[in-house]
């Protein structure tokens, strides 16, 4: 993680392209702002309240396990399942997902109707509380992808009143279009969080964070990744100790969530079980971070503390085109970068510039910049940058961002 010294002194600033500014607004007509928020829902420690989710007061979620799931005795969720197998789960307690995977739903020819069709037609084994566990949504901070996904997710909602929706959320904080449907109409929400070391629990503590605000803690759940796997730079547990380590943070800065989920193909028989053991008493490991090392405690007070200055968080992770509502392998031209920022401060950011570079190995020219204008405090936004040059090699492009009086706390697991 690298910090920016906060600017003394108001500087020039770039112009905004007219392209932008119609950007800009037409966001903000529907709601997912360059800048704009949610007011935050909730405090961090606030006293759990009795919630059930799924029927269930605690969800503890095993997924794409390549080991018999019925062998484990402490989970409450499981996805994705045989739709013939929906008596014997609820027989035991459990609530049975069936899979989904996004392609089915958003890649051509699918437009909305047709995809809300095939999630209410699915084959849930005459299940009456059928639940689909979607894999998964998230694609451009709020950009036309996202937008699609959410007006899917309502429609399924409407066409089948009684299907339980489960998704999984990637690629970092969950944006405003579709926090509003996940309050609307999502049962459950997974936060993909596939960590390992110590770097990696920025992205937790981010999740968490945007998903409180949302007022969508209660319903959510993050999920780890357990044993080998993953894309480079991810390293994902694969000892007992991390294993623990990453239950003990979740439970410090997560505390009102409902429980915890793994997605696990990768897993040995022994951590599986460890994994199952403990969270046998997920709710009995302490909340106030006990056993974990210092650097994670002063991590979550970076989040549960409110910052005096406008303090943004943001990170080359958190950077996606506007994708087609058509086709996301298909970017809206002109091309426009989508960046996702948190406000961690009680006051607004105020003239935030960013911009994106190509690695310095592949030549270091600035590709794309513009100005995000305000972010207000305790609240996230994207900036939307117009792409003026030719990004040379995907995911590891370099972020900068820049705002007088304000702290920027800039994270990256490479």
């Known amino acids: 993680m690298r910090r920016s010294r906060p600017v003394a002194e108001p500087y020039l600033l770039v112009c905004v392209p007219v392209g932008l500014l119609v950007l ?166 997974l936060l993909e969080a596939y960590v390992g070391d110590q770097a990696n629990y920025w992205w937790i503590a981010t999740q968490v964070w945007a998903a409180r605000r949302h007022g969508l803690l ?22 007992n100790e991390e294993l623990e380590q990453q239950l003990r943070f979740v439970r410090l800065v997560a505390p009102e969530s409902p429980g915890v989920g793994f997605f696990a193909p990768g897993a040995s028989p022994e951590l599986l079980a460890r994994a199952d053991e403990l969270c046998g008493h997920f709710f009995e490991i302490p909340a106030d971070g006990s056993g974990l090392p210092a650097e994670l405690i002063e991590l979550h007070k970076t989040f549960s503390q409110r910052q005096a200055q406008a303090t943004l968080v943001c990170s080359p992770l958190w950077v996606e085109p506007n994708r087609s509502k058509a086709d996301p392998n298909v970017l809206v031209e002109p091309k426009t970068m989508r960046v996702c920022l948190l406000n961690l401060g009680n006051q607004d950011a105020k003239d935030v510039q960013a911009s994106l570079a190509n690695p310095v190995e592949a030549g270091g020219q600035v590709f794309a910049e513009g100005v995000a204008g305000v972010v207000p405090a305790r609240s996230q936004a994207v900036a939307v940058l117009p792409v003026r040059g030719e990004w040379k090699v995907w995911k590891t492009w370099r972020l900068a961002v820049r705002a007088p009086r304000c702290e920027v706390l800039l994270f990256d697991w490479r």
């Open 218 to 239: 209660r319903k959510t759940i993050v999920a780890l990744a357990l044993g080998t796997g993953g894309n480079p730079g991810e390293r994902w547990a694969t000892t």
């Open 24 to 189: 800009l607004a037409a966001l903000a007509a529907c709601g997912d702002h360059s800048i704009g928020a949610t007011q935050e829902a909730g405090a961090p420690h606030a006293a759990a309240r009795k919630h059930k989710v799924l029927g269930q007061e605690r969800i503890i979620a095993f997924t794409y396990l390549r080991e018999d799931p019925k062998q484990l005795r402490s989970l409450t969720f499981c996805a994705p399942t045989s739709p013939t197998d929906w008596q014997y789960w609820r027989g035991r307690g459990v609530t049975p997902a069936v899979g989904q995977t996004w392609f089915a739903l958003l890649n051509p020819p699918a437009d909305v109707s047709k995809a809300a069709a095939h999630l209410a037609n699915l084959d849930y084994g005459g299940d009456p509380n059928p639940v689909v566990c979607i894999d998964e949504f998230g694609f451009d901070f709020g950009g036309e992808t996202d937008q699609k996904s959410a007006q899917i997710l309502e429609e399924a909602k409407h066409r089948k009143p009684e299907l339980c929706l489960t998704v999984w959320q990637m690629r970092g904080p969950i944006p405003e279009a579709l926090a509003r449907a996940y309050r609307k109409v999502v049962d459950l929400v």
